[in-house]
């Protein structure tokens, strides 16, 4: 998170200073690369820093401050969008990615992190300062103690799939294979080829498809063309006003993954947004303008319920810590590639329709469809997460305390 502070503020410096395109282009993607890096790394700091029973909810801060962020930079550019005062809102960068700097100088490692790489009484102090001095952690370490075993102890695992363990009070079952892969990394091509995590994959970048081919960005991208005939204002400011409702109602349903749970926020936030599509597309057919306005409020308040906070979360609840950073890569970047069909391929299709039925709206015909085959796949393939303590909790398999 340090280094992607440091690219975030070398970025800015570029393109605040820059007096050419391939300069500036350094700095946009000196600026991308921090991004990239900070929205694999950070939910993955989030959920294993966070209380196990709040962990939806603070996994929701991801989306929040992305939201902020462009709702910040919006703002900045509705205000100083001029001539002389543009570089401006890159020298906001340069103060945000160092105050971020700072910030993290006094931001203590992931306990879960230390554990795995077999530091425990450090992880313990860390997690016991996170929580506060009078917090009980023991039922978060139990399985740290249990992972970490005497060389005797490793020896009875030696060639024996799941072998119990005697290790003081408490009596173990381990997969062998899960625990010799727990004290490493592993990259996508294993995970890809293994069949123990490859449910876990298919389900994470499936979600965070889902969040993008359901539509939202059709209508954070294009919302000025789609609403200009609706309401009387500046284009600009109607774009902020779209962002704004996005943060506030993203603030607004952040407990419900803990409360609901991860596949109930999922798929009714994918049934609103279905709704929404369809009503969004007979209102531009029918011309009903009142409608299509509220339709538009509507798909952006459902994606805040599911869609846009629980993808950030599921990746790090379904696997181990030995696989979450080669997943969480491989979902951001399916992620990106959906965000690229639908911003280039929308308009395309969109007036290709038009052209074809003689009026506007039919897209959001497909954003229907979309949404179903989302749902079913929400359905089938993709499990609750809620109140699991991980990854083998979470897919039924042998490793637990007794």
Not at 193 to 200: E, G, L, N, S
Request: proline share 5%; aromatic share 10%; net charge neutral.
């Amino acid at each position: 998170m340090r280094l992607t502070g440091l690219f975030f503020v070398v970025g800015s410096v570029f393109l605040t200073l820059g007096t050419s395109i391939a300069i500036m282009s350094i700095g946009r993607i000196l600026s991308g690369v921090g991004a990239g890096a900070a929205t694999v790394i950070v939910p993955i700091y989030i959920s294993e820093v966070a209380p196990p029973r709040e962990r939806g909810t603070f996994g929701a801060m991801t989306q929040v401050s992305i939201n902020v962020g462009i709702l910040g930079t919006q703002t900045l550019g509705y205000f100083l969008s001029a001539e002389s005062t543009w570089r401006w809102i890159f020298a906001v960068g340069i103060a945000i990615g160092t105050l971020q700097l700072l910030g993290l100088v006094v931001i203590p490692e992931s306990p879960a992190w230390l554990a795995t790489n077999k530091n425990v009484p450090q992880a313990k102090r860390i997690l016991q300062r996170i929580r506060g001095k009078h917090y009980d952690i023991e039922e978060e370490t139990a399985f740290w103690d249990s992972s970490v075993m005497a060389p005797e102890e490793e020896a009875l695992l030696d060639g024996s799939p799941t072998t119990p363990v005697n290790v003081g009070p408490r009596r173990v079952s381990i997969s062998s294979k899960t625990s010799d892969r727990s004290n490493s990394r592993i990259g996508f091509f294993e995970i890809a080829r293994d069949v123990q995590y490859r449910p876990a994959l298919v389900a994470a970048v499936g979600v965070m498809c889902a969040q993008q081919l359901c539509g939202i960005n059709s209508i954070i991208m294009y919302s000025v063309s789609l609403l200009k005939d609706l309401l009387p204002i500046n284009s600009a400011l109607l774009t902020i006003i779209i962002s704004a409702i996005n943060l506030v109602t993203t603030i607004a349903c952040s407990p419900l993954p803990d409360k609901l749970g991860r596949k109930a926020c999922l798929l009714l936030s994918i049934f609103g947004q279905g709704t929404s599509a369809l009503a969004l597309a007979l209102s531009i057919v029918f011309e009903a303008k009142i409608l299509s306005a509220v339709a538009v409020l509507f798909f952006v308040a459902f994606f805040a319920v599911g869609l846009g906070p629980v993808p950030f979360i599921l990746a790090s609840e379904m696997v181990g810590p030995e696989a979450v950073g080669a997943v969480q890569s491989c979902c951001l970047g399916a992620n990106y590639l959906a965000t690229f069909l639908v911003a280039q391929f929308f308009p395309i299709i969109n007036l290709a329709l038009n052209e074809r039925f003689g009026g506007a709206g039919w897209v959001y015909f497909i954003f229907t469809g979309l949404a179903v085959l989302c749902g079913l796949f929400v359905l089938w393939r993709v499990p609750e997460t809620k109140g699991k303590k991980d990854a083998d909790e979470v897919w039924g398999r042998t490793r637990r305390l007794d």
